[in-house]
């Protein structure tokens, strides 16, 4: 039976495992962290996520964990609506809830827990993972991927986009999906399971910043005066996430030799478009399909998780640019030209059938 190292225990990581043992590898995952936990809030899963999903044999209970929003749309501070979308084209749910059903579908003996890889490297064409020796290497660890860093040696480091995200799960009921535009800044609302809702804000900020009253109050500062319920749900959090935003520049492969990425280690995105844990879906159920050829799956998903990327870096510089003609140009795009734009994002297939 042909062997598998997965290193990193997150969404790709899970995901590609669980594709690979389908396809009879078996697999090892490696996780530095002493538990399998995902640190968030929700997660959007758009429909190709879902397809994805659905050759795991897993879209059901994602679906039956999360909220197809539905209705809602783009509103600018004010509240004012700028287009409305009534499609249910994804599913919200908790960060947490997804490894959960990841988690259950792999094989408790493939998984360890509290084990950093320390020493990575190709002897006689096979990968060597702390001196065990394996027929295929998985980098699924992330923005700063220490496989990447490795195999990789001439890629470029992670870039800021300018940006700093905050993230949040707040109690609340009957709240309209929408995403607000203010002058470079955004807001985003989604309704959760559990009367809960999973609500972000970004600003365009310089890397590293330091606020001098904290994080939570720079939140509740920047977005006082918007419209409601934002300053509610800012005022009524007891804590929320906050991170940097980076993206990855291109790599010329994702593949080296026995050696081969997923996710935020081959392609980190912002979070725009809503395709970063999307895309690393669609990497590993193509991974799990292709993992004989590599040069196949390269094919397969650089050329479209590249384009993405830099659809979502676009995206963020438009939305934050702050120009007094963006609302407008907003409100006036037909409708079927920002679906077609939409599905060419989502309108994805795994390239076999289901998996397993």
């Known amino acids: ?25 078996r697999v090892s995952v490696f996780e530095r962290a002493t538990e399998f936990t995902e640190v968030g809030a929700g997660i959007s899963l758009w429909r ?71 020493r990575l490297e190709v002897v006689d064409g096979k990968p060597v993972i702390n001196g065990e020796r394996f027929d295929l290497l998985v980098g699924a660890d992330g923005l700063r991927s220490t496989v990447r860093a490795t195999f990789w040696p001439d890629a470029e480091p992670p870039r800021p986009t300018g940006h700093t995200a905050w993230r949040m799960v707040l109690p609340a009921a009957g709240v309209t999906p929408s995403e607000t535009w203010g002058d470079r800044q955004v807001f985003g609302i989604f309704p959760m399971s559990g009367d809960r809702v999973y609500a972000y804000a970004a600003a365009v900020v310089p890397p590293d910043t330091v606020f001098p009253d904290g994080d939570l109050a720079e939140l509740r500062r920047r977005f006082a005066d918007w419209h409601d319920p ?73 050329p479209r998780s590249q384009s993405i990327a830099r659809r979502s870096i676009s995206t963020g510089k438009f939305v934050h640019s702050g120009a007094p003609w963006r609302d407008t140009l907003v409100r006036l795009l037909p409708a079927s030209l920002v679906r077609r734009a939409v599905d060419r994002a989502l309108d994805w297939y795994p390239p076999v059938a289901p998996l397993g």
């Open 230 to 302: 934002i300053p509610t749900l800012v005022n009524n959090a007891e804590t929320a996430l906050r991170h940097d935003l980076y993206y990855l520049p291109d790599l010329s492969s994702y593949v080296r030799g026995p050696v081969a990425l997923v996710g935020d280690a081959a392609h980190a995105m912002p979070p725009n478009m809503g395709q970063g844990g999307c895309q690393a879906l669609e990497d590993a159920v193509t991974l799990a399909a292709t993992a004989d050829d590599l040069a196949h799956y390269d094919a397969l998903r650089r």
């Open 48 to 118: 190709n996520a879902l397809r994805a999903l659905d050759a795991l044999g897993l879209g059901d209970q994602v679906r039956a964990r999360g909220v197809g929003p539905g209705g809602g749309g783009l509103r600018d501070k004010r509240g004012r609506w700028l287009a409305s979308a009534s499609d249910n084209d994804l599913v919200i749910l908790h960060r947490a809830d997804l490894l959960e059903v990841l988690l259950g579908a792999v094989k408790p003996d493939a998984l360890r827990a509290g084990t950093p890889v320390d």
């Open 1 to 25: 039976m042909a062997t598998v190292a997965v290193v990193g225990g997150g969404i790709a990581g899970l995901a590609t495992a669980i594709g690979l043992e389908k396809r009879g590898w």
